[in-house]
């Protein structure tokens, strides 16, 4: 059994018992007006309100409440002000590598202002997503939905709620971050055309994704300004699995060059070509989108669209709390640039004939 330990002050009156760390109660306000020889609404206003103590005063209390390793509740203080100083993130799949950057802009950017960081992810569904964003608005100031997978009606309905902001999605009447993709695809498209393509394939993102739709829209309108013949194909899941499935229908589709909805596809389609003896990228040229961290360890090294999501987690935060804190003006859609990444899975075509 653990001893507890008193802490011994000079002034012997003044002695106050420091907060076990074993799980038991954490200091309050009161053992701080305690320790600081100050009342306790004092010590409430200086914590929550700085500015309303005098400079002695309010240095007084926050040593004692670093000395006695005082932790705000957020819940507690929501009480009077209705406000957590929390935020919440919601991403349509946490394993997928795309959402890393987001997460970090979005984390760092609340951190600075003070707020914490709720994270969640809704695994591609809509239903699970609606869950988890109800769950989540009762004890957040605001959200922030990456890729969601929810209908327009469903995320303006949670906007009235509380504060939303988007990612990767336009929403009317929400605030919003999207890449502009046209920018990345138009460079790729460009390049595919400079190297002998003359067809190329779309493998498409889940059906209930905003962005697959603007990403299919780039392709098409950059391959016609190419003079570029594109076809679109489906795939099961965008992840790694969804692009070896796919396979075999980009053989199939007699397209020499392969833009995809993610890099996760790119990375299990290259994978099964590769397989199968499909030489890439002499055979078949594949460009992926997002630039996700370990787009550059395979072999070759995945061409890909890069989109700056840390950009977009910072971006997306930092509306968020504008619309917190009042803002007058707020932007509804920002737009951030795409550019080409050129590296070893796309090139110039070397077999006279697509393979059977």
């Not at 969601?148 to 709620?161: F, G, S, V, Y």
Request: net charge negative.
């Amino acid at each position: 059994m653990s001893e507890s330990r008193t802490q011994d002050l000079s002034d012997s009156s003044a002695e106050v018992r420091k907060p076990a760390r074993s799980g038991k109660s954490s200091a309050t306000i009161y053992d701080i007006a305690k320790l600081a020889g100050v009342n306790p609404s004092t010590v409430s206003r200086a914590l929550s309100k700085p500015g309303r103590v005098s400079a002695k005063t309010q240095k007084l209390i926050e040593d004692a409440a670093t000395q006695l390793e005082y932790r705000v509740n957020p819940f507690a203080r929501a009480l009077p002000t209705g406000r957590t100083n929390t935020l919440a993130l919601i991403v349509a799949d946490i394993t997928n590598p795309t959402f890393f950057g987001i997460i970090r802009g979005a984390e760092s950017t609340a951190t600075a202002r003070d707020y914490t960081l709720m994270l969640a992810e809704s695994a591609e569904s809509a239903d699970t997503e609606l869950t988890a964003a109800r769950r989540m608005l009762t004890t957040v100031d605001g959200l922030i939905l990456a890729s969601p997978r929810m209908d327009d009606a469903r995320i303006r309905e949670l906007a009235q709620e509380k504060p939303v902001v988007v990612i990767n999605r336009q929403v009317d009447g929400v605030p919003s971050v999207v890449p502009d993709v046209n920018k990345g695809i138009g460079e790729a498209v460009r390049n595919l055309a400079a190297n002998g393509h003359r067809k190329v394939a779309y493998v498409a993102g889940p059906p209930q994704s905003w962005m697959t739709t603007r990403r299919w829209e780039g392709v098409k309108a950059a391959c016609e300004w190419s003079h570029l013949e594109c076809v679109q194909l489906p795939s099961h899941k965008p992840t790694v699995d969804g692009g070896r499935q796919v396979a075999r229908d980009v053989v199939a589709s007699g397209a020499t060059a392969v833009m995809t909805y993610n890099d996760l596809l790119a990375i299990g389609l290259m994978q099964e070509l590769q397989a199968a003896g499909v030489q890439v990228p002499d055979r078949i040229s594949i460009v992926g989108f997002d630039d996700i961290f370990g787009a550059d360890f395979t072999t070759p090294a995945l061409t890909t669209i890069r989109s700056p999501m840390t950009a977009c987690g910072t971006e997306a935060a930092t509306l968020l709390l504008e619309v917190l804190h009042g803002a007058e003006e707020v932007s509804p859609a920002l737009q951030v640039e795409t550019e080409l990444v050129l590296r070893g899975s796309s090139g110039r075509l070397l077999a006279a004939d697509h393979p059977a």
